[in-house]
């Protein structure tokens, strides 16, 4: 199995709403991450956890927060957001120092 | 930190010709360079990587990449072009550290000519 699963694939929110992107692996890899894609723009980080820990944070606001329950599973809450959040978030994950990241198809994000 | 370029923000070929997109970077040790792949609406599959060893890498797809350290580059050639390749080409270089910082280049959309 070497795939990352996200669900849903597509959410439309309003902005008041609270809504969670999920994210699955089963390679056993003990990093994982968040990527958002605007439109015809590369990947930009926004989290990664190792070994279920938060390790980076690029500066994301407060609306976006991301739980590791476990090794296995990476969730991203969602709040307050606004329509220029919409987005594609990407989820990755690698497992050794070979710097392979594994990505998911993506949940592509509407907020309106 | 790490950076990446990709000069060409667009470039159409006809199905059968060959194909080099460009990469350059910077970076202050020895880079881990990957080329990815996204078709419309889709995630990102990497076609191949540089770690060390062979400056030539082959990947899926038919697709090889070119590291010239003398350069920065990491060049990405297919010889002759599927119209099935038309899609969006990411460079992309890794500093190592676990939780690595991975930097993405802009990416070069590639329009493929029946």
């Known amino acids: 199995d070497t795939e990352v699963t996200q669900t849903p694939k597509h959410l439309v929110m309003g902005m008041t709403n609270k809504k969670s992107l999920k994210c699955e692996q089963h390679?056993?890899?003990?990093?994982m991450y968040w990527y958002k894609q605007k439109a015809k723009k590369p990947p930009e980080l926004m989290f990664v956890?190792?070994?279920?820990?938060?390790?980076i944070n690029e500066s994301v606001p407060s609306r976006f927060s991301p739980e590791c329950p476990n090794s296995s599973l990476l969730n991203l809450h969602l709040h307050a957001l606004q329509p220029e959040d919409s987005a594609l978030y990407l989820c990755?994950?690698?497992?050794?120092?070979?710097?392979?990241?594994?990505f998911g198809e993506g949940s592509r994000l509407t907020v309106l | 930190a790490q950076s990446v370029t990709q000069p060409d923000i667009h470039i159409t070929v006809s199905e059968g010709a060959s194909l080099e997109l460009r990469c350059n970077y910077s970076y202050g040790a020895t880079p881990y360079l990957f080329w990815y792949v996204q078709s419309p609406g889709q995630g990102l599959q990497l076609l191949l990587k540089y770690f060390s060893g062979d400056t030539l890498v082959q990947g899926i797809k038919g697709f090889e990449a070119e590291f010239k350290r003398s350069q920065s580059s990491f060049n990405l050639r297919k010889p002759s072009v599927h119209w099935s390749d038309a899609a969006e080409y990411f460079c992309a270089v890794g500093a190592w550290n676990y939780g690595q910082n991975f930097v993405f280049g802009p990416g070069t959309r590639l329009s493929v000519l029946p």
């Open positions: 390679m056993g890899h003990r990093a």
């Open positions: 956890y190792s070994y279920e820990k938060l390790s």
């Open positions: 990755a994950s690698s497992q050794d120092q070979t710097g392979r990241l594994f």
